[in-house]
Structure formats: structure tokens, C-alpha cells
């Protein structure tokens, strides 16, 4: 009989890893619940026999124990290996796929029909090939949750962890349901942050083309005009012919157009390192205006996220796990460790957060009242429903902010450019209306 190595977490939310002898994956994971333990992973311990050689009997019996499957697989994969898929699969599909999954739930069709009838319906691409993973997987008798979490370009954390929930409280549709209209929430959230900013980039960009048009085109025209005159040019004229030359003839405009994207790769590569990452995170918490934004939407998302999974069952401290892996803030995640380590010591988790200073003191005293009454879910919902409102304000404020900043920024340039190109010729006027007087 296999033996399958297993990791849980016990009533008080400890890790517990052993292994168990079952005879497949079902029967190992319905052994481990049990005894009390929710599972979060589990796989088949391989033996030294079935390593030894090709031709040994228990080998072969593993290799044929589901045939169907593994030729199925064969087939897949051959297909797969002409195909490339790049990137992930877009958030809106995968809202699509999981409310469809959740309706067919509803209505009483199994689990492998369920993803076999919404496979057909993807489009060619990674969703597609993953469902396709997915179906074998489940035909051969693996859960659904552990056959997504081979897919992780697909379905992340977060998602698996709340679809194992539903499988080990038998609200499947129920959770899916919870968990697209959470992703909804959250792209909404996405969707307000970037077209706030999709505005000022847009105008920004094309003031700093037509600019560097100016000053690689027009202004080269009127130095040759400056130069027929007899009188010294202005100060300011200087700096407008120098800036001009340096434009067209020194690479000034590579300079323009390359330095954003050299400081977003730079940053990007900052990123990469925990220190760079923690230091970029707390620098953005400390922009004005933007910083106030940042923060009250991390706030919402990780409200958010852990009110969704502690509403699907999935224990407290597997929960603050995953929102601290998701939260996308590295000084939030510090806190929530904090906070993680505090409630495996047995305190509560109001106390450690309010001493880690990075939320509001509405949102603490909000979460020790949701502990006091037993309704932590609906409260930590509550304070994403009302951040996610506040961030929308901030946005349209700061769209407000932006626009007259940038008129003034851009007059200011226009009328630099305009008073250093006239600026000579009222000169030359009021010298030769000297010299004529």
C-alpha cells in the first residue's frame, strides 16, 4: 500500500507533518481529516523499489495503475510542447471561469463534467491547457484544490487554499461564488488606481514630445536667425539654444525618452531583493497624497482577503499566511507575521497589530470588536467595503490635484520657451529705436 507524506494544521492551527498509508490520495487526505487535521498538502512518498528498474512488478503496477489517465497525459503533452503560452491567464477570465464553475456546482454537476464542459469554452491559450491539466488530474482521482495548485500561474495561493476549503466543508459553489466576487472587488480596486493615473501620464508624455519637438526642430531655426543679430543674446535666450543643441546634437533626446524606463527596470531590479523591496515599500507609504492611497488599499485588500478566507473555514493562522503573501506591501507583511507569531503564542490579534502602527486606530478597535463578537469575517468586510470607498475619494481627489499642477507646470514651460524666443527681437527693437533716436 502507498505511503503518502502529508502537512496539516491541528485545531489550534499548528503544522503537523507525518505520513500515512492509504491506498490513493483520497483516501490518505479523508484519513488525515479523520484525526482532526486540516490538510494543506500531500503527496505520494516515492519507494526505492518502484526506483530500482523499469521492469520491476511494482513499478509496472504503479505505471499502470491508471492508464487512461497517464495516456491521456501523453497525448496532452505532446500537443502542449508545439504550443508557448506567455504571461498569465488575465483576471477577468479567471472571475469568468470561477462564476461558471460555481453555477454548474450549484446545479449538481460533478466536479471533472464541470471542468470539462468550461475547457471546451476557453479559447486556445493557458487557461485552456490548465483545465485540460486540471481534468486528468481530478479523473485520476487527485482533489481538485491540489490538482490548481500544479497551476500556479493560474491559480494562485489564495485561490487554491479557498476552493480546498469548500471540498473540505462541501460549500464548493458557495466559495466560488465568494472568491469571484472578491477577485471582482479587487480588480475594480486595480481598475480606479490605474485610470487615475492613466490621465496625467497620457498628457505628460504628450507635452514632453511636442516640447522636445520644439526644441530639436524649431528652436535650431531661430539660432540662425539670433545669429544675424548684432547684439548679445539674452540670458535666458542662452539657455533655450543650449538646451536646443544638447537636444539634437548630444543625444539629449535618449536622455528624455530612455530615463523613465532605465528607473522603472532599476526599480524593478531594487525590487528583486527583500531589503530593496522592503525600502521601496515603505518609500511609497511616504509619498504624499499617493502614499495615503497605498496604504488605505493594502489595507482593503488584506480586510479584505482574510475576512474571504476565514469566511470559508480555512483556519487563522493558514489565513494570515496567505494574506500576508498577498497583501503586496512588504511593511503590511511584517505586520502580519507580527501578528501571526502573536496568535500561535495565544494572544489576540487587535494587540500585535496596533503595536505594529499600520493601520488606523478605526480598523484595530473594528477587529477587537469582531474577536470579541465571534463575527472577525464580516468586520474585517466591512473595513475593505469602507477603504475601498475612501480610496476612491483620495483617487478623484488626487485626479483633482493633478490637473491644475500640470496646467501650471506646462504653462511654465511654454511660457519659458516663448519669452526666450521673442525675447531677443524686443532687444534688437529697443536698440534700434535707441540708435534711431
Not at 489517465?69 to 508545439?82: C, E, P, Y
Request: aromatic share 8%; with cysteine; charged share 20%.
Amino acid at each position: 500500500m502507498p505511503t503518502f507524506q502529508y502537512e496539516a494544521l491541528n485545531g489550534s492551527g499548528q503544522q503537523v507533518k507525518s505520513e500515512i498509508d492509504a491506498g490513493t490520495s483520497d483516501e490518505a487526505i479523508s484519513k488525515v481529516r479523520s484525526q482532526g487535521y486540516f490538510v494543506t498538502k500531500i503527496k505520494e512518498k516515492a519507494s526505492k523499489k518502484a526506483k530500482s528498474s523499469p521492469g520491476d512488478p511494482q513499478s509496472t503496477a504503479t505505471a499502470t495503475a491508471s492508464p487512461a489517465a497517464s495516456s491521456r497525459r501523453k497525448k496532452k503533452k505532446g500537443i502542449n510542447d508545439l504550443s508557448i503560452n506567455i504571461g498569465n491567464v488575465s483576471l477577468k477570465v479567471l472571475v469568468q471561469f470561477t462564476r461558471q464553475l460555481s453555477t454548474l456546482q450549484d446545479a449538481g454537476l460533478p466536479i471533472l463534467r464541470s471542468i470539462k464542459i468550461l475547457h471546451q469554452q476557453q479559447k486556445p491559450g493557458l487557461m485552456r491547457d490548465s483545465l485540460d491539466d486540471v481534468a486528468t488530474d481530478v479523473e485520476g482521482g487527485t482533489t481538485l484544490s491540489e490538482s490548481m495548485s500544479r497551476h500556479p500561474r493560474v491559480f494562485d495561493k489564495l485561490y487554491v487554499n479557498m476552493v480546498q476549503a469548500g471540498e473540505t466543508g462541501g460549500v464548493l459553489d458557495v466559495i466560488l461564488q465568494r472568491l469571484a466576487e472578491f477577485m471582482e472587488k479587487s480588480q475594480k480596486l486595480r481598475r480606479r488606481l490605474k485610470g487615475a493615473m492613466i490621465y496625467p501620464c497620457v498628457v505628460i508624455s504628450f507635452a514632453m514630445l511636442m516640447v522636445s519637438g520644439i526644441m530639436i526642430i524649431v528652436i535650431p531655426k531661430f539660432k540662425k536667425l539670433f545669429a544675424q543679430f548684432k547684439t548679445g543674446l539674452p540670458e535666458i535666450t542662452t539657455i533655450l539654444v543650449n538646451i536646443s543643441y544638447w537636444m539634437a546634437h548630444e543625444y539629449g533626446w535618449a536622455y528624455v525618452l530612455f530615463t523613465p524606463f532605465v528607473i522603472y527596470f532599476f526599480l524593478k531590479l531594487v525590487g528583486k531583493t527583500k531589503p530593496g523591496r522592503y525600502a521601496l515599500d515603505v518609500i511609497k507609504l511616504k509619498i504624499p497624497v499617493m502614499g495615503k492611497i497605498i496604504s488605505k488599499s493594502t489595507i482593503a485588500r488584506f480586510t479584505r482577503t482574510l475576512g474571504t478566507l476565514l469566511a470559508a473555514g480555512v483556519p487563522i493562522l493558514e489565513a494570515i499566511n496567505i494574506t500576508r503573501d498577498t497583501c503586496g506591501n512588504m511593511v503590511y507583511e511584517k505586520a502580519l507575521q507580527k501578528v501571526h507569531d502573536a496568535i500561535r503564542e495565544g494572544e489576540g490579534f487587535a494587540t500585535p497589530l496596533r503595536n505594529a502602527r499600520v493601520c488606523d486606530s478605526i480598523v484595530v478597535n473594528m477587529i477587537d470588536v469582531g474577536e470579541e463578537t465571534g463575527d472577525m469575517d464580516k468586520m474585517l468586510m466591512k473595513i475593505a467595503d469602507n477603504y475601498d470607498e475612501e480610496v476612491d475619494v483620495m483617487v478623484g481627489s488626487m485626479v483633482s490635484i493633478l490637473e491644475p499642477i500640470m496646467i501650471v507646470v506646462l504653462g511654465t514651460i511654454v511660457g519659458f520657451i516663448v519669452i526666450a524666443v521673442f525675447y531677443p527681437y524686443i532687444k534688437l527693437l529697443q536698440t534700434m529705436s535707441g540708435g534711431g533716436g
